[in-house]
């Protein structure tokens, strides 16, 4: 019985995996002469569900598996323990936190608490922080957690600042009734733009789950491909532009709330040209300047300065 469920596990996963290739070489296709922008591979959904899939014919190792199960386990209470204090507190104008610093001093905690989120979070992606990461825990599995510890720092970061902040007690403005609604439906779609661009840049990624779950299947972690699908096709930082609408759809201004919302929309709008492009141009090369030029930064259907030039409109 159980070779014969190990054979069925491996058909499912051959199925898995050849399906989206098949997906893949036909979203890719061009005209002939021209090269495609990117070549995506399976599709995300795809690629998530036989990640998934190769749990449940890991090879033998107690020890690893319980690592690898538990260190996941961690990572995915962090992370929806971050969302939930994010949602919380965003929405109530950031006056839920739990800091009790006295005034004036206030200010620079919080001034801390806001910064540290951009500069630790660009610093363990990029140049020798990179690194960091997949040093946390001894030996080669520590390299292989690498994406789940990247995960759990990122939550421990928004947890501080929005559990840690100290709130003024000042409030601007408060939405009620239709206007109340009205945000409420801005909100939730900002929140489902953010997830769909977390999906199309790879969920097995942002949320931590490639660490472990390659440990438990004793494999180098398969990371994804230069994302090109879905809301990449219509700008090249759909992540950031999501994190940005959910900064700003709340119902509740406080002095707090622009604070916050001033300084990550600045770091939205400033990394990933400053630092996330010039990495993926050093990764991928000619694919990702092919990208870059056909495809919009943030404004979806904005002309790029090159196509305005040549626009005889423009002219």
């Known amino acids: 019985m159980a070779n014969a469920i190990g054979c069925d596990t491996c058909d499912i996963r051959a199925l898995v995996w050849q399906s989206p290739r098949l997906i893949s070489t036909a979203m890719t296709q061009t005209e002939p002469g021209k090269p495609p922008l990117g070549s995506p591979g399976p599709h995300p959904v795809w690629r998530l569900i036989e990640l998934v899939i190769g749990n449940f014919s890991a090879p033998p190792g107690r020890t690893r598996i319980a690592v690898?199960?538990?260190?996941?386990?961690?990572?995915?209470?962090?992370?929806?323990?971050?969302?939930?204090?994010?949602?919380?507190?965003?929405w109530n104008g950031m006056m839920t936190g739990l800091g009790a610093v006295p005034f004036p001093y206030a200010i620079l905690?919080?001034?801390?608490?806001?910064?540290?989120?951009?500069?630790?979070?660009?610093?363990?992606l990029n140049g020798r922080g990179a690194k960091v990461p997949g040093r946390v825990l001894p030996g080669p599995w520590g390299k292989t957690l690498a994406a789940t510890t990247y995960t759990i720092f990122a939550s421990l970061q928004l947890l501080a600042l929005f559990l840690l902040w100290t709130p003024s007690g000042i409030v601007w403005w408060r939405a009620e009734g239709a206007a109340l609604w009205v945000v409420l439906a801005l909100h939730v779609a900002s929140w489902l733009f953010l997830m769909k661009s977390n999906l199309d840049a790879g969920a097995e990624l942002q949320s931590g789950a490639l660490g472990w779950m390659s440990l438990v299947q004793l494999r180098d972690p398969a990371w994804p491909d230069m994302p090109t699908r879905g809301l990449f096709t219509l700008i090249r930082q759909p992540i950031y532009v999501g994190f940005t609408l959910v900064l700003w759809t709340v119902p509740t201004w406080t002095p707090d709330q622009l604070a916050v919302a001033a300084v990550l929309t600045a770091y939205c709008l400033i990394a990933p040209a400053r630092l996330k492009e010039p990495r993926y141009l050093r990764r991928f090369g000619a694919r990702y300047a092919r990208y870059r030029d056909a495809v919009p930064y943030m404004i979806p259907g904005r002309p790029r300065p090159t196509e305005r030039k040549q626009d005889p409109t423009h002219g």
């Open 68 to 90: 690898a199960l538990a260190y996941g386990a961690l990572c995915h209470l962090v992370f929806a323990a971050a969302i939930l204090a994010m949602v919380w507190t965003l």
């Open 109 to 124: 905690v919080n001034a801390a608490l806001v910064l540290q989120f951009p500069l630790l979070h660009s610093l363990f």
